[in-house]
T-cell receptor, first 115, second 112 residues
Framework: AQTVTQSQPEMSVQEAETVTLSCTYD???????LFWYKQPPSRQMILVIR??????QNATENRFSVNFQKAAKSFSLKISDSQLGDTAMYFC????????????FGKGTHLIIQP | SQTIHQWPATLVQPVGSPLSLECTVE??????LYWYRQAAGRGLQLLFY??????ISSEVPQNLSASRPQDRQFILSSKKLLLSDSGFYLC???????????FGDGTRLSIL
């Protein structure tokens, strides 16, 4: 079974600062996919970034980047130049295939950007 | 472009009543479809997924069932709701299992 662990229930930073959200996962598969989703107060789930395990290069999307450490099974999200609109719950998720479809989610990190 | 619609947005139901939540996807064909539940302050838990019409897989045995009567329609049902069924229900689609999932706006279900 897959597990995804987010050890930071809540984080708070000042606007324009850089913040890193932690995520570790456990899977026995060789090929898998990792995602970060954002859930603002509206509760809509929005894809932030995606990483394929077989790619060594860390994924980047504008101000969002990941630090993917495959051996350590770590997948952290870095948000640069944080903005007030980044305030949201952030969920790390994995897909490993095998017998089951669907994503396995962590419990989330509540990120608060202070003005 | 593809869109996903989920309704109702909010629902308050008494214990023991039936449930039907509907989700439809537009702009794509033969999508993978998913139902998740999010309890307060928790992550998402996969309930059901479907890779085609009439094909439903259940991840968690419970009081709920799902059906896919048409290619782009996914329905979550219950014959008798329990208090523990309260939560936020999200429908999602993806073009295949390896692609990102795209979520609807969710249904907030309260059981009284």
């Amino acid at each position: 079974a897959q597990t995804v662990t987010q050890s930071q229930p809540e984080m708070s930073v000042q606007e324009a600062e850089t913040v890193t959200l932690s995520c570790t996962y456990d899977t026995s598969e060789n090929n898998y996919y990792l995602f970060w989703y954002k859930q603002p107060p509206s509760r809509q789930m929005i894809l932030v970034i995606r990483q394929e395990a077989y790619k060594q290069q860390n994924a980047t999307e504008n101000r969002f980047s990941v630090n993917f450490q495959k051996a350590a099974k770590s997948f952290s999200l870095k948000i640069s130049d944080s903005q007030l609109g980044d305030t949201a719950m952030y969920f790390c998720a994995s897909y490993s295939g095998g017998g089951a479809d669907g994503l396995t989610f962590g419990k989330g990190t509540h990120l608060i950007i202070q003005p | 472009s593809q869109t996903i619609h989920q309704w109702p947005a909010t629902l308050v139901q008494p214990v023991g009543s039936p449930l039907s939540l509907e989700c439809t996807v537009e702009g794509t064909s033969n999508p993978n479809l998913y139902w998740y539940r999010q309890a307060a302050g928790r992550g998402l838990q996969l309930l059901f997924y479907s890779v085609g019409i009439g094909q439903i897989s259940s991840e968690v045995p419970q009081n709920l069932s799902a059906s896919r009567p048409q290619d782009r329609q996914f329905i979550l049902s219950s014959k008798k709701l329990l208090l523990s069924d309260s939560g936020f229900y999200l429908c999602a689609w993806s073009s295949d299992r390896y692609q990102p999932q795209h979520f609807g706006d969710g249904t907030r279900l309260s059981i009284l």
